[in-house]
């Protein structure tokens, strides 16, 4: 048996010796990579849970999101088309109109009208009547939201909330506009198993912890909607937003602990396989993933791109029934990105002329569009494109009602009434304008029959009201020591009435002439501070008959302007009077000349009572007062203002004011100093 031995230092026993540690080497390294295999497919397993829990609820956040803001959309076409009709709307039309949006919107449960923030219309009604009447000034805790709607001219998701015909809904409201007023809003319910159903497969399939919060769409700030709060504070957890109409949700995910730990077994069978068929399996298994993955993302697209081609065809439908209404939508540069039917019909072109091929300057007049960045570069310094200057209050985020002079493709020109607001996308970012045009042709042609009417019969009172007045006077120097007291009084009144109907026909004369563009200029370089002293001479008879003073303060060293003098005067005159007629007795008028920026600026301040907030939007319209005891018994036209207004226009000036209810007023204007001014813009003036 020793024979059998190899002897120590044989090369039998040396190689023995080696095949021992190579192979206890093979399976230290076999074990090294069985237990790195093992930490990695866990770590991997780990990844993959993580993966598929983000997948699916990237899933449910574009399924969610698509089915809301499709909602939504359908909703803001009935709003547009209430808007276009002025808010003239017949029952069956809208019974109509909405069933075909009850066929696209699987999820509404009813869509609401309520002109004055009062629910008057409601589709379907049956199983709804209990919110027929609904008040939402009445509701202390929904009004709040609602104002905010109002003021920001946005749509807004709230809810999820109970209804008061029962059950438990989303409520998706926007405001309506007509006519640049507030008309009332639209409220749209869908049904709340929109996220059961949606979430559902998520919480059910994928072995996750799910939770959804943002209720009234207030986002990490809202209340949780579905699903236990504590899972957005896990650690691990996906966290992904959810743009819904006016705001965002957050749905919080992570993979169940359950889901993530290897199965028994694993260990013994891994160490008894190749690290290179491990690495095999784990390739194929990460390709099989991929492909998975990227099949699921393919059918979202497609299935969210349909939704929005039936929410944009049902868009397209109800911008194509305002025959009467151009809509014309663009993007930030201007391009022109929607010219709907009635803009063909009214300005002559065919949306493959306008989309994507030109912008709205074609549109305009230039005059028209150089006179409006000319006042913007005079009051901000800022000097605008043409585009810009057409949309820059509605860049501001501000809605631009406004007239313009649309230019059609055959050279014709159309008077329109045209609303400019900005169009926002999900992230409230500016994507874009949309500018709503009405022809107010036939309004423009009434104006101008009752301008011609109103100046005709101003003309011929003129001249017999010249002699009343003239031989009144005349009586009255004549006989006024012999006449008794009471025929004195009577003819006083006389006097004094004839002369405020005279002031009432040069006024309507005036303001005649201005709005058929037939008034004439005499435009010259002048010295203000002269034309000051002299108007606060000219009023200091009726600042004595009412026991006020007037003190001319802070005069500047003398500016020269461009005016007309006479037309300056006239200004110049109604705000004196105005200050003077507002001003208690004992009371102080104050003028003042300064430069400012470049421009002449005299403000006049009183020590009345200042002008109501209501009235403040309406001061420089025609035939308007503001309703109070000391106006009327004050008595005025309600023109001056109005002509003041057109007057500055007219000599490339400005009027303004601030008030302060029970403090006072100030009325300013702002004249270009004639050194300022180009020879072509004197030319202009003139």
């Not at 003021?151 to 909330?161: D, F, Q």
């Not at 319910?189 to 929109?194: D, E, G, H, P, R």
């Not at 540069?333 to 803009?343: E, P, R, S, Y």
């Amino acid at each position: 048996m020793n024979s059998m031995m190899p002897e120590p230092g044989s090369p039998r026993s040396f190689l023995k010796g080696k095949t021992l540690w190579l192979i206890g080497a093979q399976l230290m390294l076999v074990a090294l990579l069985s237990e790195a295999v093992l930490h990695l497919w866990s770590q991997r397993q780990a990844q993959q849970q993580w993966m598929q829990v983000l997948a699916e609820a990237n899933q449910t956040r574009a399924i969610l999101e698509s089915e809301l803001n499709a909602a939504a959309a359908l909703a803001t076409g009935v709003g547009i088309y209430v808007s276009a009709r002025e808010g003239n709307l017949n029952d069956a039309d809208l019974d109509r109109m909405l069933e075909a949006v009850f066929e696209r919107g699987s999820y509404f449960r009813n869509i609401g009208l309520a002109p004055g923030n009062r629910i008057e219309y409601i589709y379907p009604l049956e199983g709804n009547e209990a919110a027929l009447g609904l008040d939402y000034e009445a509701l202390p805790e929904q009004w709040p939201v609602v104002q905010e709607i109002i003021a920001t001219g946005s749509g807004r998701l709230a809810g999820p909330l109970e209804l008061a015909q029962g059950g438990e809904a989303l409520l998706y409201r926007e405001p309506i506009s007509v006519n640049g007023e507030h008309w009332g809003i639209l409220s749209s319910v869908i049904n709340s198993s929109l996220i059961a159903r949606t979430l559902g497969p998520l919480m059910d399939a994928s072995g996750a912890a799910t939770a959804l919060r943002g209720k009234d769409a207030l986002g990490a700030a809202g209340d949780t909607i579905l699903g236990d709060p504590s899972v957005f504070d896990s650690p691990g957890a996906v966290y992904l937003d959810i743009y819904v109409p006016g705001g965002t949700w957050q749905l919080a995910a992570r993979p169940l602990a359950s889901a993530i730990a290897l199965p028994q077994g694993t260990r013994p069978a891994v160490w008894g396989l190749m690290l290179v068929l491990v690495f095999a399996v784990i390739g194929s298994v990460r390709a099989v993933l991929q492909r998975t993955t990227l099949a699921r993302l393919e059918a979202l697209v497609q299935e969210r791109t349909h939704s929005l081609a039936e929410a944009n065809g049902l868009l397209s439908s109800v911008l194509d029934a305002a025959k009467d209404v151009s809509i014309i939508a663009t993007d930030q540069n201007g391009l022109i990105t929607l010219f709907n039917k009635g803009a063909e019909q009214m300005l002559g072109y065919s949306a493959d002329e306008m989309v994507e091929q030109k912008t709205p300057e074609v549109l305009h007049k230039a005059e028209e569009v150089w006179a409006r960045a000319k006042e913007v570069e005079q009051k901000t310094g800022h000097r605008l494109s043409p585009f810009e200057a057409i949309t820059r209050r509605a860049a501001q985020g501000d809605q631009d009602i406004s007239e313009w002079t649309y230019i059609r493709k055959d050279g014709s020109t159309l008077p329109v009434d045209l609303v400019i607001c900005p169009i926002y996308g999900p992230d409230t970012r500016l994507t874009g304008f949309l500018g709503i045009a009405t022809d107010i042709t036939e309004r423009k042609r009434v104006d101008r029959i009752k301008n011609e009417f109103v100046a005709t019969v101003s003309h011929e009172l003129r001249t017999p009201l010249t002699s009343i007045i003239g031989s009144l006077s005349l009586l009255q120097h004549q006989v006024k020591d012999s006449l008794p007291e009471q025929g004195s009084t009577l003819l006083q009144m006389a006097i004094r009435n004839a002369d405020r109907l005279a002031a009432l026909i040069n006024d309507l004369l005036d303001i005649s002439k201005i709005e058929a563009g037939m008034l004439e200029l005499n435009m010259s370089a002048l010295s203000l501070e002269p034309l000051i002293h002299e108007s606060i001479a000219l009023q200091k008879g009726y600042a004595d008959k009412f026991d006020v003073t007037m003190r001319l303060a802070n005069t500047v060293s003398d500016l020269q302007v461009y005016v007309d003098a006479s037309r300056l005067q006239q200004v110049l005159s109604n705000l004196l009077s105005n200050a003077i007629k507002f001003s208690p007795a004992g009371g102080e008028v104050v003028v003042r000349m300064e430069r400012v920026e470049g421009r002449a600026r005299i403000s006049i301040q009183d020590e009345g009572q200042g002008i109501p907030e209501a009235f403040q939007p309406r001061l420089f319209d025609k035939f308007t007062q503001a309703d109070s005891s000391d106006s009327r018994s004050l008595g005025g036209t309600g023109l001056g203002l109005a002509i003041c207004r057109e007057l500055m226009v007219q000599m490339q000036g400005h009027i303004d004011f601030t008030t302060e209810v029970g403090q006072g007023s100030v009325f300013w204007i702002e004249l270009p100093l004639s050194d300022q001014l180009t020879t072509t813009e004197m030319v202009r003036a003139q």
